[in-house]
T-cell receptor, first 119, second 113 residues
Framework: DAGVIQSPRHEVTEMGQEVTLRCKPI?????LFWYRQTMMRGLELLIY????????DSGMPEDRFSAKMPNASFSTLKIQPSEPRDSAVYFC?????????????????FGDGTRLSIL | SQQGEEDPQALSIQEGENATMNCSYK?????LQWYRQNSGRGLVHLIL???NEREKHSGRLRVTLDTSKKSSSLLITASRAADTASYFC?????????????WGLGTSLAVNP
């Protein structure tokens, strides 16, 4: 079975440009998570969706960041305008929660990430 | 210090030896999860242990949870060079509206052939 697919794998762009990261979760999973990983701060949860609805976006650092999940098989994380401090590896993960399940009670399946460099 | 801190930060052992990593946390949790990350790759789930469990096994992996000490350990027995990776613990909090999954900074394990 295909795992979580992220694109692009690498992105280098200049400060001020718009950046769009894409994610295709595992088929059948109903929850999707966006993370950012840096050496200094480790892995940070930015936002997560359940059944395509954003549940908690308190980890989104600024209004420059936005995320959408228009359907069960696709999500985007957008940064506009981008800044050098946004440079990091961005991961998407998915999992399945039953109707009565609590969040984070199931393993998460990660993509291989997008390495973003803002010059 | 943050929830879910791994100890040690780095560990170097010889192939065949056992590796033990620890994770400490501060508040009550619903479950604790261990993940592995190979260089340049995403995280891979290893074991999830719930707050009412004390020990779980998966192949050469053994995870213990001591809720009284707010700590967990991951033991890898008979290590192999392929076990070289970073290992992360994540603690799940599910208390009313306070629902979080908080990650530690990881233990970097090097297994030398």
């Amino acid at each position: 079975d295909a795992g979580v697919i992220q694109s692009p794998r690498h992105e280098v762009t200049e400060m001020g440009q718009e950046v769009t990261l894409r994610c295709k979760p595992i088929s059948g999973h109903n929850s999707l998570f966006w993370y950012r990983q840096t050496m200094m701060r480790g892995l940070e949860l930015l936002i997560y969706f359940n059944n395509n609805v954003p549940i908690d976006d308190s980890g989104m650092p600024e209004d420059r960041f936005s995320a959408k999940m228009p359907n069960a098989s696709f999500s985007t994380l957008k940064i506009q305008p981008s800044e050098p401090r946004d440079s990091a590896v961005y991961f998407c993960a998915s999992s399945f929660w039953g109707q009565t399940a609590l969040p984070f009670n199931q393993p998460q399946h990660f993509g291989d990430g997008t390495r973003l460099s803002i010059l | 210090s943050q929830q879910g801190e791994e100890d040690p930060q780095a560990l170097s052992i010889q192939e065949g030896e056992n590796a033990t990593m620890n994770c400490s946390y501060k508040t009550s949790i619903n479950n604790l999860q261990w993940y592995r990350q190979n260089s340049g790759r995403g995280l891979v789930h290893l074991i999830l242990i719930r707050s009412n469990e004390r020990e779980k096994h998966s192949g050469r992996l053994r995870v213990t949870l001591d809720t009284s000490k707010k700590s967990s350990s991951l033991l890898i027995t008979a290590s192999r060079a392929a076990d070289t990776a970073s290992y992360f613990c994540a603690t799940a909090l599910n208390a009313g509206n306070n629902r979080k999954l908080i990650w530690g900074l990881g233990t970097s394990l090097a297994v030398n052939p």
